[in-house]
Protein backbone atom coordinates (compact mmCIF):
# COMPACT_ATOMS: atom_id res chain seq x y z
CA UNK A 1 0.00 0.00 0.00
CA UNK A 2 1.14 3.05 -0.87
CA UNK A 3 1.17 6.52 1.68
CA UNK A 4 -1.45 8.89 2.08
CA UNK A 5 -1.47 12.18 0.43
CA UNK A 6 -3.71 15.03 0.02
CA UNK A 7 -5.14 13.47 -3.31
CA UNK A 8 -6.64 10.24 -0.50
CA UNK A 9 -8.76 12.65 0.77
CA UNK A 10 -10.82 14.11 -1.77
CA UNK A 11 -13.86 12.79 -1.24
CA UNK A 12 -13.55 14.09 2.43
CA UNK A 13 -12.70 17.23 0.81
CA UNK A 14 -15.82 16.54 -1.22
CA UNK A 15 -18.14 16.86 2.10
CA UNK A 16 -16.34 19.39 3.54
CA UNK A 17 -17.13 21.65 0.50
CA UNK A 18 -20.55 20.61 -0.23
CA UNK A 19 -21.88 18.32 1.84
CA UNK A 20 -22.66 17.07 5.28
CA UNK A 21 -19.19 18.24 6.46
CA UNK A 22 -20.35 21.83 5.80
CA UNK A 23 -19.86 24.60 8.51
CA UNK A 24 -23.82 24.54 8.73
CA UNK A 25 -23.88 21.07 8.48
CA UNK A 26 -21.19 20.78 11.77
CA UNK A 27 -23.20 23.55 13.35
CA UNK A 28 -26.48 21.51 12.44
CA UNK A 29 -25.14 18.25 14.04
CA UNK A 30 -23.78 19.85 17.22
CA UNK A 31 -27.04 21.59 17.95
CA UNK A 32 -28.40 17.84 17.62
CA UNK A 33 -25.83 16.29 19.29
CA UNK A 34 -26.32 19.07 22.51
CA UNK A 35 -29.85 18.21 23.03
CA UNK A 36 -29.76 14.64 22.44
CA UNK A 37 -27.32 14.27 25.41
CA UNK A 38 -28.66 17.03 27.34
CA UNK A 39 -32.45 14.19 27.11
CA UNK A 40 -30.31 11.18 28.45
CA UNK A 41 -28.55 13.08 30.88
CA UNK A 42 -31.62 14.88 32.20
CA UNK A 43 -33.58 11.56 32.78
CA UNK A 44 -30.48 9.84 34.00
CA UNK A 45 -30.38 12.81 36.51
CA UNK A 46 -34.28 12.43 37.38
CA UNK A 47 -33.77 9.18 38.38
CA UNK A 48 -30.59 9.90 40.18
CA UNK A 49 -32.97 12.32 42.50
CA UNK A 50 -35.57 10.19 42.82
CA UNK A 51 -36.79 8.60 46.00
CA UNK A 52 -35.38 4.77 45.06
CA UNK A 53 -32.04 5.67 44.34
CA UNK A 54 -31.24 9.04 46.08
CA UNK A 55 -28.61 11.66 45.02
CA UNK A 56 -26.68 11.25 48.29
CA UNK A 57 -26.69 7.54 48.26
CA UNK A 58 -24.34 7.69 44.67
CA UNK A 59 -21.10 7.18 45.46
CA UNK A 60 -18.24 9.74 44.74
CA UNK A 61 -17.91 8.89 41.34
CA UNK A 62 -21.23 9.01 40.46
CA UNK A 63 -20.99 12.39 41.43
CA UNK A 64 -17.89 13.32 39.73
CA UNK A 65 -19.26 11.67 36.58
CA UNK A 66 -22.19 14.45 36.36
CA UNK A 67 -19.98 17.39 37.42
CA UNK A 68 -18.04 16.15 34.72
CA UNK A 69 -20.86 16.04 32.28
CA UNK A 70 -21.98 19.82 33.68
CA UNK A 71 -18.74 21.33 32.32
CA UNK A 72 -18.77 19.32 29.07
CA UNK A 73 -22.19 20.61 28.10
CA UNK A 74 -20.60 24.39 28.98
CA UNK A 75 -17.85 23.77 26.84
CA UNK A 76 -20.39 22.36 24.32
CA UNK A 77 -22.43 25.43 24.13
CA UNK A 78 -19.47 27.69 23.82
CA UNK A 79 -17.77 25.33 21.05
CA UNK A 80 -21.35 26.36 19.20
CA UNK A 81 -21.72 29.92 20.29
CA UNK A 82 -17.87 30.80 19.13
CA UNK A 83 -18.19 29.04 16.11
CA UNK A 84 -21.18 30.80 14.28
CA UNK A 85 -18.89 32.53 12.09
CA UNK A 86 -18.01 30.98 8.65
CA UNK A 87 -13.67 31.13 9.35
CA UNK A 88 -10.70 28.45 9.77
CA UNK A 89 -11.02 29.07 13.73
CA UNK A 90 -14.34 28.27 13.88
CA UNK A 91 -14.12 25.29 10.90
CA UNK A 92 -11.50 23.49 13.28
CA UNK A 93 -12.90 24.01 16.39
CA UNK A 94 -16.03 22.45 15.01
CA UNK A 95 -14.44 19.60 13.57
CA UNK A 96 -12.64 18.76 17.44
CA UNK A 97 -15.92 19.45 18.72
CA UNK A 98 -17.87 16.89 16.06
CA UNK A 99 -14.97 13.95 17.51
CA UNK A 100 -15.38 14.87 21.17
CA UNK A 101 -19.17 15.62 21.59
CA UNK A 102 -19.92 12.46 19.24
CA UNK A 103 -17.90 9.85 22.06
CA UNK A 104 -19.49 11.77 24.68
CA UNK A 105 -23.04 11.36 22.97
CA UNK A 106 -22.35 7.83 22.37
CA UNK A 107 -22.00 6.95 26.02
CA UNK A 108 -24.95 9.45 28.06
CA UNK A 109 -27.19 7.29 27.19
CA UNK A 110 -25.73 4.39 29.13
CA UNK A 111 -26.26 6.76 32.00
CA UNK A 112 -29.94 6.43 31.52
CA UNK A 113 -29.28 2.93 31.18
CA UNK A 114 -27.33 2.26 34.49
CA UNK A 115 -29.85 4.75 37.03
CA UNK A 116 -32.75 2.49 35.59
CA UNK A 117 -31.02 -0.38 36.59
CA UNK A 118 -30.23 1.10 40.11
CA UNK A 119 -33.67 2.20 40.19
CA UNK A 120 -35.14 -1.33 39.72
CA UNK A 121 -32.15 -3.23 41.56
CA UNK A 122 -30.71 -4.54 39.05
CA UNK A 123 -27.44 -2.82 38.68
CA UNK A 124 -25.32 -5.72 39.59
CA UNK A 125 -26.08 -7.14 36.42
CA UNK A 126 -26.54 -4.16 33.76
CA UNK A 127 -22.94 -2.85 34.73
CA UNK A 128 -21.19 -6.11 33.38
CA UNK A 129 -23.24 -6.21 29.87
CA UNK A 130 -22.76 -1.97 29.80
CA UNK A 131 -19.11 -2.93 30.44
CA UNK A 132 -18.98 -5.13 27.30
CA UNK A 133 -21.01 -3.18 25.29
CA UNK A 134 -18.47 -0.04 25.35
CA UNK A 135 -14.93 -2.63 25.11
CA UNK A 136 -16.95 -3.89 22.17
CA UNK A 137 -17.94 -0.83 20.57
CA UNK A 138 -14.51 0.46 21.22
CA UNK A 139 -12.63 -2.65 18.95
CA UNK A 140 -15.14 -2.04 16.13
CA UNK A 141 -15.03 1.61 16.22
CA UNK A 142 -10.35 1.07 16.02
CA UNK A 143 -11.27 -1.82 13.27
CA UNK A 144 -13.26 0.52 11.27
CA UNK A 145 -11.45 3.69 11.15
CA UNK A 146 -8.09 1.25 10.24
CA UNK A 147 -10.37 -0.15 7.42
CA UNK A 148 -11.16 3.35 6.26
CA UNK A 149 -7.59 4.55 6.06
CA UNK A 150 -6.62 1.70 4.43
CA UNK A 151 -8.90 2.00 1.93
CA UNK A 152 -7.72 5.48 0.99
CA UNK A 153 -4.24 4.22 0.59
CA UNK A 154 -2.95 4.02 -3.17
CA UNK A 155 -2.76 0.46 -4.39
CA UNK A 156 0.66 -1.41 -4.82
CA UNK A 157 2.10 -0.71 -8.19
CA UNK A 158 2.99 -4.28 -8.66
CA UNK A 159 -0.92 -4.69 -10.10
CA UNK A 160 -2.18 -6.47 -7.20
CA UNK A 161 -5.26 -5.92 -5.70
CA UNK A 162 -5.21 -5.53 -1.24
CA UNK A 163 -6.24 -7.61 0.71
CA UNK A 164 -7.46 -4.66 3.60
CA UNK A 165 -11.15 -4.61 2.53
CA UNK A 166 -11.31 -8.31 2.92
CA UNK A 167 -9.52 -8.74 5.93
CA UNK A 168 -11.22 -5.92 7.73
CA UNK A 169 -14.47 -7.55 7.13
CA UNK A 170 -13.44 -10.45 9.29
CA UNK A 171 -11.64 -8.09 11.82
CA UNK A 172 -15.43 -6.32 11.97
CA UNK A 173 -17.11 -9.48 12.64
CA UNK A 174 -14.89 -10.48 15.51
CA UNK A 175 -16.08 -7.80 17.57
CA UNK A 176 -19.80 -8.39 16.68
CA UNK A 177 -19.57 -11.82 17.56
CA UNK A 178 -17.89 -11.47 21.13
CA UNK A 179 -20.28 -8.93 21.59
CA UNK A 180 -23.40 -10.73 20.72
CA UNK A 181 -22.26 -13.99 22.50
CA UNK A 182 -21.07 -11.91 25.39
CA UNK A 183 -24.32 -10.46 25.64
CA UNK A 184 -26.55 -13.53 25.54
CA UNK A 185 -24.67 -15.50 28.04
CA UNK A 186 -25.31 -12.70 30.64
CA UNK A 187 -28.53 -12.17 30.11
CA UNK A 188 -29.03 -15.60 30.15
CA UNK A 189 -26.84 -16.59 33.53
CA UNK A 190 -28.22 -13.70 35.43
CA UNK A 191 -31.94 -14.13 34.42
CA UNK A 192 -33.20 -10.50 33.44
CA UNK A 193 -34.68 -11.70 30.22
CA UNK A 194 -38.23 -10.77 32.41
CA UNK A 195 -37.05 -7.34 32.05
CA UNK A 196 -38.22 -6.66 28.53
CA UNK A 197 -37.89 -2.82 28.82
CA UNK A 198 -34.87 -2.53 30.29
CA UNK A 199 -33.14 -4.98 27.97
CA UNK A 200 -34.92 -3.54 24.67
CA UNK A 201 -33.61 -0.07 25.78
CA UNK A 202 -30.15 -1.41 26.11
CA UNK A 203 -30.49 -2.57 22.33
CA UNK A 204 -31.57 0.46 21.03
CA UNK A 205 -28.87 2.56 22.91
CA UNK A 206 -26.36 -0.07 21.79
CA UNK A 207 -27.30 0.35 17.94
CA UNK A 208 -26.84 3.80 18.75
CA UNK A 209 -23.59 4.17 20.36
CA UNK A 210 -22.30 1.64 17.36
CA UNK A 211 -23.82 3.96 14.66
CA UNK A 212 -22.14 7.23 16.66
CA UNK A 213 -18.38 5.20 16.88
CA UNK A 214 -18.64 4.86 13.06
CA UNK A 215 -19.58 8.14 12.12
CA UNK A 216 -16.98 9.48 13.96
CA UNK A 217 -14.69 7.51 11.89
CA UNK A 218 -15.40 10.05 9.25
CA UNK A 219 -15.32 12.76 11.21
CA UNK A 220 -11.68 12.06 12.91
CA UNK A 221 -10.14 11.92 8.96
CA UNK A 222 -11.85 15.33 8.19
CA UNK A 223 -10.47 17.12 11.62
CA UNK A 224 -6.82 15.14 10.69
CA UNK A 225 -7.45 16.91 6.86
CA UNK A 226 -8.60 20.54 8.19
CA UNK A 227 -5.59 20.54 10.49
CA UNK A 228 -3.01 18.75 8.21
CA UNK A 229 -3.68 20.27 4.77
CA UNK A 230 -4.24 24.18 4.17
CA UNK A 231 -6.12 23.66 1.24
CA UNK A 232 -9.09 22.01 3.50
CA UNK A 233 -9.59 25.36 5.17
CA UNK A 234 -12.98 27.00 4.76
CA UNK A 235 -11.15 29.83 3.54
CA UNK A 236 -10.37 28.47 0.60
CA UNK A 237 -13.80 27.45 -0.34
CA UNK A 238 -16.21 29.28 -1.96
CA UNK A 239 -19.16 29.76 0.40
CA UNK A 240 -22.39 31.48 -0.40
Known amino acids: MGKLSEESFSAIKGELIDGRLTMSGMRSYLIGLFFMSALFVGVSLAVANA ?15 YYAEAVLFGIHLLVLLLCW ?5 SQK ?22 MF ?5 NYHLYLPITLIILASGLILHIVVLDKWINSLRPKTGNGRKSNVKKDSKHLILFPVILLLTALTTLVIKNGILGDYELVFVVFIMTVMYLGLLIGACEFIIAMYCIFRYPSFSVK ?3 IK
Do not use: C, Q
Open 51 to 65: NTVGWHTLSTGWHRI
Open 85 to 89: WNNAF
Open 93 to 114: LLSVGMVVFTYKAALDPYLTVL
Open 117 to 121: SKDEG
Open 236 to 238: NFN
